[in-house]
C-alpha cells in the first residue's frame, strides 16, 4: 500500500559546482508548462492512497514566486493527507522569504529543509552557493515564530582545503540555531559537474574520516539514527524512514523515482521530454523479483542504526533473513550484531558500512 509521494521541483536560481541533481535555470514561462504537466503526472497515476508523507524536493521550490508556489499547492491538494502526515519542502536561504513561509503554514507544510552546507567562505566560493549568516537565523527565528519548527539542514564537507577546524564551526553554527534534524553530505565528485569537469580531486580518505568522526562526536545530543543523519528525539525524518524502510512511494516530475509493487522507475532527466505528454513513456523501469526486494531491503535496513528488524522481514517475505544469506559469518567477525530481533551493523564501523553491506550481499545462499 502505497502511504508516500515525492515530488520534484527542477528549478534553481544558481547551480552549484557539484550538483548532480535534476535541475535546470528558474524560467517563469517553463515553470507554467511544468507544472501543467506534473498536474497529469500526478493525476495519471494517484489512486487516492492516504498519503503519510509528501516531500517536495529539487532544484529548489523555494525558487518559484508566491504565485507559482498557490499553482503548485493547488495541485498538490489532490493528494490526500492521513492523520499525523509529515509534508516537507525543500527550500535555500537565499530564495525563501517569510510571506512563502506564511504560504507553507498556510496549506499544512509541517517541516522544512534547507540547503546549508557550509557557511565558510572559501567552500561556499568552492561549492559556488551565496549565504548571508544573518538571513539564516533570520529565517530560522521566523519559523519557529510561526511553528514551522521541524527543520534540517543539510551540512557538507570533505571539501578540498577544508579543515577540521572549518568543519567543526559549520557544525557549531548549526549546533547553536538549534536545528532538529541534520543531514550530513561528504563532497562526492559525480560526473558531469563542474567540479568532474575541472578535475577535482576528493579529499584524502583518512581525514574524510576524521570528518565523519568530528560530525559523530560534535552530534551526541542527537539520535544518530541513520548513517549521515541525525535528529533530535522524535523529528526523524518519516519520509526519507520510507526509503530506507524499503516501502513503496509515488514518484512525481522530472527525473523522479518511484517504487510501486514490484517495480522501480526513474522518470525522463530531460525537461524537453518531460514536457512533451508522451513522457509517461520515457521513464526507466526496473522489474524487481523477490530477490531483488530482499537485496533493497537489506541494503536500505542496513544504512539505519535499528538495521534490519528480523521479525518484520519474517513477515514481509514469509521466511526469516537466514534463509537468504549466511549473515553469521560477518557475526563472527564483529561485521554485525544481532540483538532483540535486529541485524545491525556496529556504530563504530558506519565508516565502512557499504563495505560490510557488500560482504554481505556476497553470503548469498
Ligand atoms: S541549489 Fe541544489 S539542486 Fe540547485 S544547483 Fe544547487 S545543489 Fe543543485
Known amino acids: 500500500m502505497i502511504s508516500s509521494a515525492y515530488i520534484h521541483i527542477p528549478f534553481c536560481n544558481n547551480i552549484c559546482s557539484y550538483c548532480d541533481f535534476s535541475k535546470i535555470y528558474y524560467d517563469s514561462t517553463i515553470v507554467n508548462k511544468y507544472l ?13 492512497e492516504l498519503l503519510k508523507t509528501i516531500y517536495i524536493g529539487g532544484g529548489t521550490p523555494s525558487s518559484l514566486n508566491i504565485k507559482e508556489l498557490k499553482e503548485l499547492f ?49 567552500n561556499l566560493s568552492f561549492l559556488e552557493r551565496s549565504l548571508a549568516i544573518t538571513k539564516v537565523k533570520e ?15 543539510d551540512l ?20 547553536d540555531l538549534d536545528i532538529p534534524h541534520i543531514s550530513t553530505y561528504s563532497l562526492i565528485i559525480e560526473d558531469h559537474t563542474k567540479l568532474s569537469i575541472n578535475d577535482t580531486k576528493p579529499i584524502d580518505e583518512e581525514l574524510d574520516e576524521k570528518m565523519y568522526k568530528l560530525i559523530c562526536d560534535k552530534l551526541t545530543e542527537y539520535n544518530h539514527y541513520e548513517i549521515s543523519n541525525f535528529a533530535k528525539k522524535g523529528y526523524e525524518s518519516k519520509h526519507n524512514l520510507v526509503y530506507w524502510h524499503n516501502e513503496e512511494y509515488y514518484g512525481f516530475g522530472l527525473s523522479a523515482a518511484g517504487y510501486i509493487e514490484n517495480t522501480r522507475y526513474t522518470k525522463t532527466r530531460s525537461i524537453t521530454k518531460y514536457l512533451d505528454s508522451n513522457y509517461i513513456n520515457s521513464k526507466s523501469i526496473e522489474y524487481l523479483t523477490t530477490k531483488d526486494k530482499i537485496e533493497y531491503e537489506v541494503l536500505l535496513n542496513l544504512r539505519l542504526k535499528e538495521g534490519i528488524n528480523l521479525n518484520k522481514f519474517n513477515t514481509k517475505y514469509n521466511n526469516p533473513l537466514s534463509k537468504y544469506y549466511n549473515y553469521n559469518k560477518l557475526i563472527e567477525k564483529g561485521l554485525l550484531i544481532e540483538k532483540d530481533n535486529h541485524l545491525y551493523i556496529p556504530e563504530n564501523l558506519w565508516y565502512i558500512s557499504n563495505n560490510i553491506i557488500v560482504q554481505l550481499l556476497m553470503e548469498v545462499i
Do not use: H, W
Open 139 to 153: 529565517i530560522i527565528k521566523y519559523c519557529k515564530t510561526i511553528e514551522l519548527s521541524n527543520i534540517n539542514v
Open 156 to 175: 557538507m564537507y570533505a571539501l578540498p582545503n577544508e579543515t577540521l577546524n572549518v568543519l567543526e564551526k559549520d557544525i557549531d553554527f548549526i549546533i
Open 36 to 48: 501543467n504537466e506534473l498536474k497529469q503526472d500526478i493525476e495519471s497515476t494517484y489512486n487516492n
Open 74 to 122: 493547488n495541485i498538490l491538494s489532490i493528494l490526500k493527507k492521513d492523520n499525523d502526515y509529515e509534508y516537507t519542502i525543500e527550500c535555500n536561504f537565499d530564495s525563501i522569504t517569510k510571506e512563502k513561509l506564511d504560504l507553507f503554514k498556510q496549506v499544512g507544510i509541517n517541516r522544512i529543509s534547507f540547503g546549508l552546507e557550509s557557511i565558510n567562505k572559501d
